[in-house]
C-alpha cells in the first residue's frame, strides 16, 4: 500500500500505521446500518452491545484475561491517563500511599500525567534509573520501591530507541511488594506478544493505530481487584471506568486489528527483522560517526534508531522527506527548538551527537527495495549535509 503521493516512501510506523483494508471492512457496517447504542434496550442496542462482548473477548484472549478486565479507551494517551492518575488516586486513598516511580524514558501521556500529579496534587514523583540503551531493570526497581509507592509505570518498548523492558522481571518485584505496576504497551503490542498473566502486571495500556487499527481508540487492561479511580465520569460504560456511549466501529476494527496482528504476528517478525537488520548493518558500515541508540538485540524487529555526530536531525528530517523518504527523529514532534529529546538526554548522550537522531520504522507495506533505495540516498544526504554545516 502507497501513500496517496505515490512518491513518498514511509518508514516512520512507529508514528502511525495506514488502516488495514480487513479492519475497514470489519468496522463499515457499525456507521450507518448497525449504529444502535449499546446501552439502549431495544435490538438494534443490543446487536451493538454483542459486537462489543464478542470485541472484548476477542482481545481477552489476546491478552490471556477475563473479557471484564479490558476497559476500551479512546487512544493510547487516555489509557495511560486513566492507568496513572485513576491508580495513583486510589492507593492515595487506600493507603496512603504518594509516591511515584517511572522511567525517564516514557511517552507523555504517562510522563506528563506523573508530572501533573505531582506538581497539582502532591504526589512525589521519583524517576528510576536507565542504562545505556534506555533499559530498567527489575533490580533497579526493588530498590527504588517504598511502603508509600503508589504506582510504578515502565513503558514496555520504547518509541523513540526501541529498546524493550523486562516487564516479566519488574512485574514480578512489583507484585511481591503489592504496588501496582502498569506499562504502556501501546508500541511494544503491536509485535510482542502480550500475556498478562505471564508478565505480572497490573495495567496495560495499548492503542490501536499503531498496528494497522483506526486513530482514536485505544484499551487499558486492569487486573482484576486493581483500584482504580475513573478519570472521566458520567454514564457506566466500560465497568464504570470510562463513560461516553461506546465507539463501536472502532471498538470492533480495534478487535480485528489486535486479532491480526496474533494471526500473522510470525510472519510479520521475520520480514521485519531481516529488513531491519540489513538496514542496521549497512548504516553502520557505511556512514561514519554514527551509533545506534537503544539496545542493539532487545529492541523491536522493525526499530532502526541511529545519532550521526554534527548533524541537524530536523535538517536531516527534511532532506529525506524531499528525497521522497518519511522519517521521523524519534517522538513526533516537529518543533524547531534544537535540543535533545529528553529520551536521548537520558542515555547520557552528548549533545553532537544527540541533536542528530533519526528513527527508521517499517512496516507490513515496507518492501526490501524501500530499504535499498533508502540506504543509497541516506550515507549521500549525510555527507552532503556536514559538509554544508562545516563550510
Ligand atoms: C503512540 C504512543 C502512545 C500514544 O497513543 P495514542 O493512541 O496516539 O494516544 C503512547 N505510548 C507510546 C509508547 C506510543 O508509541
Avoid at 54 to 74: D, Y
Avoid at 97 to 126: C, G, R, Y
Avoid at 286 to 300: A, W
Wanted: proline content about 4%; aromatic content about 8%; hydrophobic content about 40%.
Amino acid at each position: 500500500m502507497r501513500s496517496k503521493d505515490s512518491t513518498q516512501t514511509y518508514l516512520d510506523y512507529a508514528a502511525t500505521t495506514p488502516v488495514d483494508p480487513r479492519v475497514l471492512e470489519e468496522m463499515m457496517p457499525f456507521f450507518s446500518e448497525n449504529y444502535g447504542n449499546p446501552s439502549s434496550i431495544h435490538i438494534l442496542g443490543q446487536m451493538a452491545e454483542s459486537s462489543i462482548d464478542k470485541s472484548r473477548q476477542t482481545m481477552a484472549e489476546m491478552f490471556n484475561c477475563l473479557p471484564e478486565e479490558i476497559i476500551f479507551t479512546s487512544c493510547g494517551s487516555e489509557s495511560n491517563n486513566l492507568a496513572l492518575r485513576g491508580g495513583a488516586l486510589a492507593a492515595r486513598k487506600e493507603k496512603k500511599a504518594d509516591h511515584i516511580l517511572i522511567s525517564p524514558v516514557e511517552h507523555d501521556a504517562v510522563s506528563k500525567t506523573a508530572l501533573q500529579l505531582t506538581n497539582e496534587f502532591n504526589f512525589e514523583l521519583e524517576y528510576l534509573p536507565v542504562n545505556e540503551h534506555g533499559q530498567v531493570l527489575p533490580s533497579t526497581v526493588a530498590k527504588h520501591l517504598r511502603e508509600d509507592t503508589a504506582i510504578v509505570s515502565v513503558i514496555f518498548a520504547n518509541n523513540e530507541i526501541g529498546s524493550i523492558n523486562n516487564i516479566a522481571g519488574i512485574g514480578q518485584i512489583c507484585r511481591d511488594a503489592g504496588v501496582v505496576f502498569h506499562t504502556d504497551a501501546v508500541q511494544a503490542a503491536a509485535h510482542l506478544p502480550i500475556d498478562t498473566k505471564a508478565l505480572k502486571i497490573d495495567l496495560l495500556s495499548v492503542g490501536a493505530h499503531k498496528l494497522y487499527g483506526p486513530k482514536g481508540i485505544g484499551a487499558l487492561y486492569v487486573r482484576k481487584g486493581t483500584s482504580l479511580f475513573p478519570t472521566q465520569t458520567g454514564g457506566g460504560q466500560e465497568f464504570g471506568l470510562r463513560a461516553g456511549t461506546s465507539n463501536v466501529a472502532f471498538i470492533v476494527g480495534q478487535a480485528k486489528a489486535f486479532q491480526l496482528a496474533e494471526e500473522e504476528r510470525d510472519a510479520r517478525q521475520e520480514k521485519m527483522i531481516a529488513m531491519r537488520d540489513h538496514l542496521i548493518y549497512h548504516v553502520m558500515e557505511n556512514i561514519p560517526d554514527v551509533m545506534i541508540t537503544g539496545h542493539f538485540s532487545e529492541r523491536l524487529p522493525n526499530h532502526a534508531s541511529f545519532v550521526f555526530k554534527d548533524v541537524d536531525g530536523n535538517e536531516l528530517l527534511m532532506l529525506l522527506d524531499i528525497a521522497g523518504f518519511a522519517c521521523s527523529s524519534g517522538s513526533a514532534c516537529k518543533t524547531g527548538n534544537p535540543e535533545p529529546s529528553y529520551v536521548l538526554e537520558a542515555l547520557g548522550i552528548e549533545k553532537d551527537w544527540s541533536l542528530g537522531s533519526l528513527r527508521i520504522t517499517l512496516g507490513q507495506y515496507t518492501s526490501e527495495d524501500d530499504v535499498y533505495k533508502f540506504l543509497e540516498i541516506l550515507p549521500k544526504i549525510i555527507v552532503k549535509h556536514r559538509n554544508l554545516r562545516t563550510s
